[in-house]
T-cell receptor, first 108, second 113 residues
Framework: QQPVQSPQAVILREGEDAVINCSSSKALYSVHWYRQKHGEAPVFLMI?????EQKGHDKISASFNEKKQQSSLYLTASQLSYSGTYFC?????????FGTGTSLTVIP | SQTIHQWPATLVQPVGSPLSLECTVE??????LYWYRQAAGRGLQLLFYSVGIGQISSEVPQNLSASRPQDRQFILSSKKLLLSDSGFYLC????????????FGPGTRLTVT
């Protein structure tokens, strides 16, 4: 039931763009995105809800395709501070499932 | 504003010893509370979920248990730790399930030796 993310890892130069994908085999009612830096707790980035409602980070955008059960996170003009592991997550009933994670490294 | 506390920050325990990790939330009432475990270099696994006092849902069978004795207090326990219990334990809260973001505590790094 865990969402699958791709790519597993990506290395970018500062200023480059990246797309992280999240795919589920089950219906998605909402998709969350979090970033976790090494040794720290995850931090909320964005929530996407069925019907197009979104809330979250001003400088990060994401899409949610309910029919395809997929979501994508778009990181543009990446900064060094964007480095970390990105997790998508989805709720099903009262349970919450995080994705497999994508490690993103931004280098100067 | 809301804050979430976890303690201890790090813990080294021998196999077979008991465990008690505590999480408290301030600045909100009737939060949904979560316990996650993260093995080294891995993703987050939901262990327990609570929508109210005394209401605990377990996602994965294990030798761990959770309790919610007060509205904003969530406790993770074990009677006998296993080597496989090592990991980074994270407590989180949200206003509702699914539609609201989760806020995480600083975590407890547990090493079972």
């Amino acid at each position: 039931q865990q969402p699958v993310q791709s790519p597993q890892a990506v290395i970018l130069r500062e200023g480059e763009d990246a797309v992280i994908n999240c795919s589920s085999s089950k219906a998605l009612y909402s998709v969350h995105w979090y970033r976790q830096k090494h040794g720290e707790a995850p931090v909320f980035l964005m929530i996407l809800l069925k019907g197009g409602e979104q809330k979250g980070h001003d400088k990060i955008s994401a899409s949610f395709n309910e029919k395809k059960q997929q979501s994508s996170l778009y990181l543009t003009a990446s900064q060094l501070s964007y480095s970390g592991t990105y997790f998508c997550g989805t709720e099903r009933g009262n349970q919450f499932y995080f994705g497999t994670g994508t490690s993103l490294t931004v280098i100067p | 504003s809301q804050t979430i506390h976890q303690w201890p920050a790090t813990l080294v325990q021998p196999v077979g010893s008991p465990l008690s990790l505590e999480c408290t939330v301030e600045g909100t009432s009737n939060p949904n509370l979560y316990w996650y475990r993260q093995a080294a270099g891995r993703g987050l696994q939901l262990l327990f979920y609570s929508v109210g006092i005394g209401q605990i849902s377990s996602e994965v069978p294990q030798n761990l248990s959770a309790s919610r004795p007060q509205d904003r207090q969530f406790i993770l326990s074990s009677k006998k730790l296993l080597l496989s219990d090592s990991g980074f334990y994270l407590c989180a809260w949200s206003a509702t399930s699914g539609r609201d973001e989760q806020y995480f505590g600083p975590g407890t790094r547990l090493t079972v030796t």
